[in-house]
Nanobody
Framework: QVQLVESGGGLMQAGGSLRLSCAAS????????VGWFRQAPGKEREFVAV????????YYIDSVKGRFTISRDNGKNTVYLQMNSLKPEDTAVYYC?????????????WGQGTQVTVSS
């Protein structure tokens, strides 16, 4: 089992930056990829970005390309989401989730989420 803990959320003005962290513990050797998702009030959860555990592949949704960067600190088993040029529409609870080698292909473990609020 893998445990994921997010941190780094908060209140920021539009145009500002925040860095979210996702610390993984437990059977981290089984992780295939870590993704960031977000859910705004009244909306469905949406995928934001993903990185494979070897940090060779990243992917972003169009609305965050050029503004958000996903990365991994191998020594700390932590995945980051650097968010720049924040917009009010980025306001949401952000979650990280992991998929696993030999797993279903779905994201199996989820963190508790961290709130990001961007004011205009």
């Amino acid at each position: 089992q893998v445990q994921l803990v997010e941190s780094g959320g908060g209140l920021m003005q539009a145009g500002g930056s925040l860095r979210l962290s996702c610390a993984a513990s437990g059977r981290t050797f089984s992780i295939f990829s870590v993704g960031w998702f977000r859910q705004a009030p009244g909306k469905e959860r949406e995928f934001v970005a993903v990185i494979n555990w070897s940090s060779t592949i990243t992917y972003y949704i169009d609305s965050v390309k050029g503004r958000f960067t996903i990365s991994r600190d191998n020594g700390k088993n932590t995945v980051y989401l650097q968010m720049n040029s924040l917009k009010p529409e980025d306001t949401a609870v952000y979650y990280c989730a992991s998929s696993h080698v030999g797993g279903s292909g779905k994201y199996e473990n989820w963190g508790q989420g961290t709130q990001v609020t961007v004011s205009s």
